[in-house]
């Protein structure tokens, strides 16, 4: 669906050049949620408007659904991006216009009449709950309905890719939780690609499939979340998936590493380990977080010194669906 080639992006000013992309390789799928994260100057936002364009890549190629968007004309770039929806971190409404007015600009510009806007913009706002909300301005809506109202606008011409920029970013906690639960439904009701750029590991858990990590303009890891949380390899991965490790002492004696990444957090997981295998464990260190019912974090336990009792450990988490590692200091 999405291809990177060689994608790299350099800005000149005063004298000197910034490559904010360097030489980068991404295939998206179609279909899935893919987050690219990393911190800030890491090049990310640079880098998915490079994908619909709004930045033009230095070197590389970008092709979308088979089309090679460096190699197109200006009349045909402007079809092509009917096809990629964006939202913003700060939704990017007019002011001046209502909410169902909102919603039928890009229709507008695109050419349809002003019926069957109206008719696919009322659509939308079933789609993303806010059917009552039509004629009211963004001044009088929450952040989180403004963002439901961004969301509307970008699918309007039926976009087979959404760009998500920190579309988050500006939200309270549960009002994320809920963005991040329309996006999903979106993405499997209607089959849109959708591309997340985030700073936070938590985005990244909740709704994408694959993650690529990125730092310094250069992609540094990808693969499954599922897989880079559980280890991640590059120090800036480890860094995002354990934000707290700093403040967590490396142990200085053999430990296991239960990771949590979606785990019913109510579950007393260590009480449970202990209770079921008899085998007394010392808590090394831990950083959790409770996200929706869910806990995702890291829990360092001391490493039983006999081979049986460890054994016994390793099958029950494996047993319980937990992941793990086993950190040998010697």
Do not use: W
């Amino acid at each position: 669906m999405i291809v990177l080639e060689h994608v790299g992006k350099t800005f000149s000013g005063k004298g000197k050049n910034i490559e904010a992309v360097k030489d980068v390789n991404l295939h998206i799928n179609a279909g899935e949620i893919f987050g690219i994260i990393g911190f800030s100057g890491a090049g990310k936002s640079t880098l998915v408007r490079c994908i619909n364009m709004l930045e033009t890549p230095t070197e590389g190629r970008v092709i979308v659904d088979g089309v090679d968007l460096t190699s197109a004309s200006a009349k045909e770039l402007k079809v092509q991006r009917r096809n990629i929806g964006m939202i913003f971190q700060q939704f990017n409404l007019l002011a001046q216009k209502n909410v169902l007015s909102n919603i039928c600009f890009p229709l507008e510009i695109a050419g349809v009449n002003k019926q069957e806007a109206l008719k696919r913009a009322n659509e939308l706002l079933d789609l993303v709950g806010l059917s009552d909300k039509g004629k009211s301005y963004p001044a009088e809506l929450s952040g989180g309905q403004k963002q439901r109202v961004a969301i509307a606008r970008a699918l309007a011409t039926n976009p087979k890719v959404l760009l998500a920029d920190e579309a988050t970013s500006a939200l309270d906690p549960i009002t994320t939780r809920s963005i991040l639960s329309l996006l999903k439904e979106i993405n499997e009701r209607l089959g849109v690609t959708i591309v997340v750029i985030t700073h936070q590991m938590s985005v990244v858990e909740q709704i994408c499939d694959r993650v690529a990590i990125m730092s310094g303009g250069v992609i540094e890891e990808e693969g499954a979340v599922r897989d880079v949380f559980t280890s991640p390899k590059s120090e800036t991965g480890k860094k995002i998936v354990l934000p707290e490790q700093s403040e967590v002492k490396e142990p200085t004696i053999s430990y296991i590493r239960i990771v949590f990444d979606g785990q019913a957090s109510s579950k007393p997981v260590l009480a449970d380990i202990v209770m079921k295998t008899g085998i007394p464990l010392s808590i090394m260190g831990a950083a959790t977080q409770d996200i929706g019912g869910s806990a995702y974090g890291q829990l360092l336990v001391e490493k039983p010194k006999d081979e049986k009792s460890l054994n016994i450990i390793k099958e029950y988490l494996e047993e319980n669906g937990l992941s793990y590692s086993i950190k040998e200091v010697h």
